[in-house]
């Protein structure tokens, strides 16, 4: 089962992309270009507190957190 959460917390963006199989491995070298290359990006675009990270709980589950700035909105 996958589940998708946004929320915002403290002037940022927290997206929560997660799975239920935990099959995530950790890549080793020359392997998993596209999530390195998104992190790499969002950091250079806005900054080093920002970007991907991913979690896993073996045969649980997996997580990606996408961190992206959110100002609150002026009312």
Do not use: F, M, Q, W
């Not at 080093?48 to 992206?68: D, F, M, N």
Request: hydrophobic share 40%; glycine share 10%.
């Amino acid at each position: 089962t996958a589940r998708i959460r946004a929320r915002r917390e403290a002037g940022h963006a927290l997206i929560e992309i997660e799975d239920d199989a935990g099959t995530y491995v950790e890549p080793v070298a020359g392997d998993g270009l596209g999530l390195r290359s998104v992190d790499r990006r969002i950091k250079t675009l806005l900054g080093p507190e920002y970007g991907v990270a991913v979690s896993s709980v073996p045969g649980v589950l997996t997580r990606v957190t996408v961190r992206v700035p959110a100002p609150e909105e002026a009312t």
